[in-house]
């Protein structure tokens, strides 16, 4: 029997996974913390996959999924804002020359989407949506059953679609994206705003909110928490039309934070996208649903990459 070896990088910890050929349930997982003063980022990353290697079972390939932009036709990791000295690091050729096997890098957005497609709630769909609505929105394309990768391989930045000319600063340096309007901190942050002009509200001012707090309130009927979450989830909801008009999938897939509120922001998403879709057969059997891998989305990610570059 033969394995894979499927890696999940971020810049607190990194977690490895071994799993056997035909099976997405790993034989073993370790986790590290990514970084430590006696030890390079780099060199933690490969005494992790030697120390999960299965010496009396062949590797056929390695998936790697980085908490960063990333070049996967190059194997290069272009910035890693969490980890120092990571900038145009050729990660995929440091991995190769120490193990000997074919190894694959992705971006950990677009590998969520590849991970929900294959294993997860995106199963039978050629063409699927995968988005993420936590600390930031990011997300994944599938169409024809391939994941859209673009020229670069910077495709799929889903959340970087602006939504509100000259709105709130973006972290990526820009005003009015998705990402600056509807993520977790953004409808806090609102919440925060509305406050200090005095709404009414169950919350206080005062300090930094987060958007389970806003959640929280607006399940307990208190009418600025749900007019965030309803602001929140127009924007969403419009800018799924627009997704609709570009790709035309049979799927959305809704993962992070801020998709387990429910109701709160699932009611105004799909009334947004049925008022803003230009015609109604773009919803026709279109599954709008959360994602169904959790936690494990970012190993299964790096999986089905190893796999991919097998099975091809």
């Known amino acids: 029997m033969s394995n894979y070896i499927a890696i999940d990088i971020g810049g607190t910890q990194t977690r490895a996974a071994l799993f056997a050929t035909q099976s997405s349930t790993p034989i073993l997982t370790q986790r590290i913390s990514t970084q430590k003063e006696s030890e390079t980022p780099l060199d933690r990353l490969l005494g992790l996959i030697a120390s999960i290697w299965e010496q009396s079972q062949p590797v056929l ?17 272009i910035d890693a804002p969490n980890i120092p000295g990571w900038v145009n690091l050729p990660l995929r050729q440091y991995i190769e020359d120490r193990f ?6 992705g971006n950990d957005a677009n590998l969520a989407a590849l991970a929900e497609w294959k294993f997860g709630a995106g199963k039978g769909h050629r063409n699927m949506i995968y988005i993420t609505v936590s600390t930031g929105i990011g997300g994944g394309v599938i ?17 970087h679609i602006t939504v509100l000319p000259d709105g709130p600063l973006c972290g990526c340096g820009q005003r009015g994206h998705l990402e600056a309007v509807a993520s977790g901190p953004s409808i806090a942050r609102w919440v925060e705003l509305e406050l200090g002009q005095g709404i009414p509200s169950i919350l206080k001012a005062g300090h930094s909110l987060t958007a389970k707090e806003v959640s929280s309130a607006a399940s307990q009927g208190d009418a600025l928490a749900k007019a965030a979450f309803q602001r929140a989830g127009t924007f969403i909801g419009r800018t799924f039309a627009d997704y609709l008009h570009i790709f035309n999938p049979t799927a959305i897939i809704v993962g992070g934070g801020v998709s387990r ?52």
């Open 143 to 159: 169409l024809d059953n391939q994941l859209l990768l673009g020229e670069r391989g910077m495709a799929g930045e889903l959340g």
């Open 61 to 77: 390939a390695i998936g790697v999924a980085a908490a960063s932009p990333v070049d996967p036709y190059r194997g290069i990791v």
């Open 100 to 105: 000997h096997v074919p190894v694959a890098l």
């Open 261 to 312: 509120s429910g109701p709160l922001i699932f009611d105004p998403i799909r009334a947004a996208m049925q008022s803003s879709v230009m015609s109604p057969q773009f919803l026709d059997n279109l599954t709008l649903t959360t994602a169904a891998l959790g936690d494990e989305v970012g190993l299964m990610g790096a999986l089905a990459l190893a796999q991919n570059l097998i099975e091809k």
